[in-house]
């Protein structure tokens, strides 16, 4: 798989590229150290060096950067639940399949998690001045929308009528393990517990 072509293929022709996708043969393992490794270490980097090396303004707290250790930190964290939980959301895509009328099918269920972040990840580099970082969210509504022409192409042989369904269902399951991992990480992270006012 050649990573760039996949790229710029998922975010300019995303449903021409979905057709592509689905006649590709691809283990689970090769989609994440192919692809998913790679893309989930731009906004892990690119977070670490905003909050440590950039840093932001606060209102009524000044200037604050992360220390470096816990800038680190933050970014394996970052990194590790956020191909986490696109493997979950496989998983979680996969079971629910029978329940619209699909065809189980955990690679091609994984396909959909994956390169539906492709947008979401390399927005991620919006996170090198944390202002923009609000931008991601942005990138993010486009991913619900290469995810949804996933589940149309369809990967996973959805009737039409039941593809705004199993994308509705699916999504909101990963929100809240999204919602939960960033709760966590938040707890981690507080502003009050660590880094430095300037």
Same mark, same amino acid.
């Given at each position: 798989?050649?990573?760039?072509?996949?790229?710029?293929?998922?975010?300019?022709?995303?449903?021409?590229?979905?057709?592509?996708?689905?006649?590709?043969?691809?283990?689970?393992?090769?989609?994440?150290?192919?692809?998913?490794?790679?893309?989930?270490?731009?906004?892990?980097?690119?977070?670490?060096?905003?909050? =440590?090396?950039?840093?932001?303004? +606060? &209102?009524?707290? *000044?200037?604050?950067?992360?220390?470096? %250790?816990?800038?680190? /930190? #933050?970014?394996?964290?970052?990194?590790?639940?956020?191909?986490?939980?696109?493997?979950?959301?496989?998983?979680?895509?996969?079971?629910?399949?029978?329940?619209?009328?699909?065809?189980?099918?955990?690679?091609?269920?994984?396909?959909?998690?994956?390169?539906?972040?492709?947008?979401?990840?390399? =927005?991620?580099?919006?996170?090198? +001045? &944390?202002?923009? *970082?609000?931008?991601?969210?942005?990138? %993010?509504?486009?991913? /619900? #929308?290469?995810?949804?022409?996933?589940?149309?192409?369809?990967?996973?042989?959805?009737?039409?009528?039941?593809?705004?369904?199993?994308?509705?269902?699916?999504?909101?399951?990963?929100?809240?393990?999204?919602?939960?991992?960033?709760?966590?990480?938040?707890?981690?992270?507080?502003?009050?517990?660590?880094?430095?006012?300037?």
């Amino acid at each position: 798989m050649d990573l760039i072509p996949r790229i710029q293929g998922l975010i300019v022709k995303p449903k021409d590229e979905w057709t592509k996708i689905k006649s590709e043969t691809i283990s689970i393992a090769q989609l994440f150290t192919s692809y998913a490794a790679i893309l989930a270490a731009i906004p892990a980097v690119c977070q670490f060096i905003g909050m =440590a090396l950039i840093g932001r303004r +606060i &209102p009524f707290i *000044g200037w604050y950067r992360y220390d470096i %250790g816990t800038a680190i /930190l #933050y970014a394996i964290l970052t990194y590790i639940f956020s191909l986490v939980t696109v493997y979950v959301f496989g998983i979680i895509i996969n079971a629910l399949a029978p329940t619209f009328s699909s065809k189980s099918d955990a690679t091609n269920a994984m396909k959909i998690a994956v390169f539906s972040m492709t947008p979401y990840w390399i =927005a991620g580099v919006l996170y090198l +001045i &944390p202002y923009l *970082g609000v931008l991601v969210f942005v990138a %993010g509504l486009y991913s /619900l #929308y290469v995810l949804y022409l996933g589940f149309a192409a369809p990967m996973m042989d959805t009737p039409k009528e039941k593809v705004v369904g199993y994308l509705i269902v699916s999504t909101v399951v990963v929100i809240v393990v999204t919602a939960i991992v960033a709760v966590v990480l938040g707890a981690i992270f507080a502003v009050g517990n660590v880094g430095r006012l300037y």
